[in-house]
């Protein structure tokens, strides 16, 4: 057999969410493939790889680990990435992650309606989402895994006057754009190629900047 691949692997998980995620009603199979694929890719070399290159540098997190969610029952939660900090693992639902990917389509949909029009960091938070249809699920994962690096960091946390810190309060834009910043930079050093020529993706943070008083 074929050493397991993390593109290999991703590509199974995205097929059998897809399907968890089209059904009215949990399919009892599909669920007992999510958590085999689950359990198997925990045991494998993977965790180890993608916590190498997604936790390992960033200070604080040099011991942290990466699991896939290995749900005991027959659905999955909404959420796509969690920390446990009293263990040091970030647990990845993979179930989650195509769900955000999919709600990424979605977003380019509804970018006219009133719903994503109704302020403007809802606005530019629906049309980056939109803008990140175009990468593979693959990439979005990595991208979700770094915005919880970034929380964890506190990355978007400001300064004030005296001392105290407030976290920017943007919807989550910061620490998604973040998490693309960095996958944007381990893509350019890896491949030698930028990211945005590669998928097309037409988006200048300046254009949707907006400072304070």
Known sequence: MAPRTLASTWRQFE?????????????????????????????SRIVDA????????????????????????????DWDIEYDEATQTLVVNPVGVVGFALRCDDSFAKLATPEARR???????????????????????????LRKVAEILKVTEVEKRGGETEDVDDGGYMNLLWGFKEVERMYREMRGVSLRAEYGLLWYESDWYVGRN
């Open 15 to 43: 097929k059998l969410a897809k399907s968890y995620l089209d059904g009215d009603s949990p399919d009892t199979k599909g669920v007992e493939q999510l958590q085999d694929l689950t359990q198997r890719v925990n045991k």
């Open 50 to 77: 993608l916590a190498t290159m997604f936790l390992v540098p960033y200070a604080g997190l040099e011991e942290a680990k990466i699991h896939f969610l290995d749900t005991s029952g027959a659905t999955y939660p």
């Open 119 to 145: 302020d403007f960091e809802t606005y530019r938070l629906k049309a980056y989402m939109a803008e990140l249809r175009k990468l593979p699920c693959r990439l979005i994962l990595f991208i979700l895994i």
